[in-house]
Structures are given as C-alpha cells and as structure tokens.
C-alpha cells in the first residue's frame, strides 16, 4: 500500500450499523400490510431516494411524497423519528477511529440525507473526529460517481492517490479505485482491523 495521509470512511454499515428492515416493517404495517422484502427493494429503486439523498428535495417534500406513494399516514415529526431509528453503534469502530487520528487526516464520505446526517450527529459522538465530512445531499452526487470520492479528498487536504477509502460495497470500492483512491472493502471490525496492522496503519496491540 503506498504512501497514506488520510483515512476516509463510509457512515452506514462501516461506522455504524443499519437497520433498514425495522423500518420497512413499520412502513408495510402503516400501509396496510404488505412484506418488506418487498418494499425495500421498491423504495430503494425509487427515484425519490435519489432526488433526497443528492439535495434536490428537501425532507418535508421527501416525506410527503414518500406518504403519497406508499401510503403511509405518518405526520412528519413521526416519519422523521421512524426514519432516524435505524442506526445503533459499530462496536470497536470508535476505538479504531480515534487510534487513526493520531497519525492520519480523516474524512467521511456518505450517501446521506438531512435527516440521518442530523441524527447521526446528535447520537453518534464518533463523528466529531471528522472535520470536514463530504455528504452526498450537498455534494449533489453520490458513490461512485468520480466527483464525490474528489470532493472527500479535497476536505481532506490530501491527494486522492494519498487517501484510503473504505466502504462496504465492492462497487464503491471500485469507484474510489477509479478515482486514484486506494480502497479496502469493510467486512467486519475484526477483519477491517487486521486489514490496518498488515499494512502498518495501525499498531499491534
């Protein structure tokens, strides 16, 4: 691995943990039954995903249109609470963040919305180590357009060749690659720590 100056995260799944099905489980019982499986996929694929998570709506238009389309009778203080209540902490992942900060710059790169980047910040204390995170719902763009994985760089300070990203999904992975990034894909603390000592990013304990 060649010279490395910063560390740049995934938030969903590297930092934090997920739980979408909770919430499509609620969305299919405020619809009128219907299975998750089912529904996730179909939310997912929706286009209103995108036009949230890259800016072009905001929240109160994205939950109602979100209402609308499913069906769902949710005031917007509730749909906000129940799209929030999907994250829990990433154990060990603070522990690492913390031992890389003393030798590396750190940046966030995430797909997000305004309503779990807010959430995130108020719950999580982890992201305080990240100074200048790069949101894909300011950026415009997410993963694994080039223009974002640059715009994480630039927030770092370092060249993206001199940056490390990690991520969950191969194909932002192999977005990061492409634009001049090295890259690891996360595939537990465990192995996402060994992964760091091999390459002498981090100590052994």
């Known amino acids: 691995m060649g010279s490395i100056q910063a560390v740049i995260f995934d938030l969903g799944r590297v930092l934090v943990n997920v739980h979408v099905r909770r919430l499509m489980d609620f969305f299919c019982k405020e619809a009128g039954g219907g299975d998750a499986f089912q529904m996730l ?47 829990s902490p990433m154990d060990g992942m603070e522990e690492i963040v913390a031992a890389l900060s003393d ?28 100074i200048r995170p790069t949101l894909s719902f300011e950026v415009g763009t997410t993963k694994p357009n080039r ?11 370092a060249r993206p060749e001199n940056c490390l990203f990690i991520d969950d999904l191969e194909e932002n992975v192999n977005g990061a690659k492409a634009a001049g990034m090295q890259a690891i894909r996360f595939e537990g ?9 091999k390459f002498g990013l981090l100590q052994s304990e």
């Open 41 to 87: 996929p179909r939310i997912m694929a929706d286009p209103l995903m995108t036009q949230y998570s890259t800016g072009q709506i905001d929240s109160r238009r994205f939950h109602q249109a979100l209402c609308d389309q499913y069906g769902l009778k949710l005031s917007f203080d509730d749909f906000a609470l129940r799209w929030c209540d999907i994250f």
């Open 103 to 130: 030798k590396f710059k750190l940046g966030l790169l995430s797909d997000t919305d305004p309503l779990h980047w807010e959430y995130i910040q108020s719950h999580f204390p982890l992201v305080r180590y990240f």
């Open 147 to 157: 223009e974002i994985y640059l715009a994480a760089a630039k927030n770092t300070g």
């Open 189 to 197: 603390v465990e192995q996402f720590s060994m992964d760091l000592r």
